[in-house]
């Protein structure tokens, strides 16, 4: 009881930094999508296995180095992804989860003046149960718009799929 199990205890797999094929899918979208944060300094971490949180597996995190610990470290942003995960992606799942967490990371401007002030974390654009869409429908404009964006997604894939099979 409260005895420690006897035998060598596995050392618990550490975060690792991301090889070099991460860093430059990273440096792709950001030239390509994230202009803004074109020019922070973002470290990416592999961290074993994603923590759950609201019961949901998370795939990646993003934050913000603090004013003192970016003094030490010289980094604005550490981008985190859970190798488990990552590994079980396609190529393209992988770039889309990457270019969420650089969603996250974003450019502080000042209200007047417009300039760059820092860097600041990005809620998402939307949080919502399926359950309330489906009894509620899309009772606010920023839900609708999403839904309309993916159902363009939809529609696209389609056209494609049909256009593909007219011609083969
Ligand atoms: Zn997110």
């Not at 990416?44 to 994603?50: L, Q």
């Not at 003094?71 to 990552?86: A, C, E, P, T």
């Not at 009894?135 to 718009?145: E, F």
Request: charged fraction near 35%; proline fraction near 4%.
């Amino acid at each position: 009881m409260g005895r420690k199990r006897a035998g060598r205890k596995m050392p618990k797999p550490k975060p690792e930094l991301c090889p070099k094929a991460v860093v430059k899918m990273a440096d792709e979208l950001r030239a390509e999508f994230h202009k803004d944060i074109e020019d922070a300094r973002i470290a990416y971490v592999f961290v074993p296995k994603g923590l759950a949180k609201h019961g949901r597996v998370s795939l990646g995190s993003a934050k913000k180095e603090s004013d003192a610990h970016r003094l030490v470290s010289g980094v604005n942003f550490i981008v985190r992804l859970s190798l488990d995960k990552w590994n079980s992606f396609t190529l393209e799942q992988q770039r889309a989860v990457l270019d969420h967490e650089l969603c996250h990371c974003a450019a502080k401007y000042d209200d007047k003046t417009a300039e760059r002030v820092g860097w600041k974390v990005r809620g998402h654009d939307l949080e919502e149960f399926g359950e309330v869409i489906e009894r509620h429908g899309l009772y606010l404009p920023d839900r609708k718009a999403f839904v309309e964006n993916a159902a363009r997604q939809l529609e696209m894939k389609f056209k494609l799929a049909r256009k593909h099979k007219k011609a083969g």
